[in-house]
């Protein structure tokens, strides 16, 4: 008995653990989103008579950003439900909480690779505009794939095309340059 405990102390000590957590972690990689694109930057008129305003709404390019990655199979594996969110949410460097964010999907192809039998991928949501906010993060798009996985598989996503739109430029906020940093995300759905 006491052999078999002092076994089980040792399985579980924390330098065990450490291992295990070292080996699970190797087999979860995390899942990159590669964001590439122009970027954006808003021209906001001056106002050059009395009474005017600013039009108060400016969008980006269709293709502001461009979002792709691959999600590995031991991340598809997770799944439960065969679909994966793509999230967003912006970092102010210089903001005024009176400007609001939003982006708006076009586009976007979903292949599996690997064996697998009936299996098909497909970018879904996202595309009409929605409000990104600082926290928490708000669900963008979903890549959802179905079928039946076999060996080696991976779900690579591209082409996810990133309208931007900005909201509530008004007299009422400081002249200055005001930027942000959006971050998209994915994991589970």
């Known amino acids: 008995m006491?052999?078999?405990?002092?076994?089980?102390?040792?399985?579980?000590?924390?330098?065990?653990?450490?291992?295990?957590?070292?080996i699970l972690s190797s087999c979860l990689k995390a899942q990159t989103v590669n964001a590439g694109g122009s970027g954006w930057t808003v021209s906001v008129p001056a106002i050059t008579e009395a009474g005017n305003n600013y039009g108060g709404t400016y969008a980006s390019a269709t293709n502001a950003i461009i979002l792709s990655g691959t999600m590995p199979g031991s991340f598809l594996n997770l799944l439960s439900n065969g679909a994966a969110r793509i999230s967003m949410r912006y970092t102010p460097t210089t903001?005024?909480?009176?400007?609001?964010?939003?982006?708006?999907?076009?586009?976007?192809?979903?292949?599996?690779?690997?064996?697998?039998?009936?299996?098909?991928?497909?970018?879904?949501?996202?595309?009409?505009?929605?409000?990104?906010?600082?926290?928490?993060?708000?669900?963008?798009?979903?890549?959802?794939?179905?079928?039946?996985?076999?060996?080696?598989?991976?779900?690579?996503?591209?082409?996810?095309?990133?309208?931007?739109?900005i909201s509530g430029v008004s007299v009422t906020i400081p002249a200055a340059s005001y930027s942000a940093q959006i971050v998209f995300t994915i994991g589970p759905n």
Do not use: H
Not at 13 to 18: G, P, R
Not at 102 to 131: D, M, P, Q, W
């Open 95 to 165: 903001w005024n909480n009176s400007l609001r964010l939003y982006a708006k999907r076009s586009g976007g192809t979903a292949t599996i690779n690997g064996l697998c039998i009936g299996c098909t991928a497909t970018v879904n949501g996202g595309t009409t505009y929605i409000e990104m906010l600082q926290s928490p993060d708000t669900a963008f798009c979903t890549i959802n794939f179905s079928g039946l996985l076999g060996l080696g598989n991976s779900v690579n996503y591209s082409a996810i095309n990133v309208q931007l739109q």
């Open 2 to 22: 006491k052999i078999t405990t002092y076994i089980l102390r040792k399985l579980f000590s924390k330098k065990y653990l450490y291992l295990l957590l070292i």
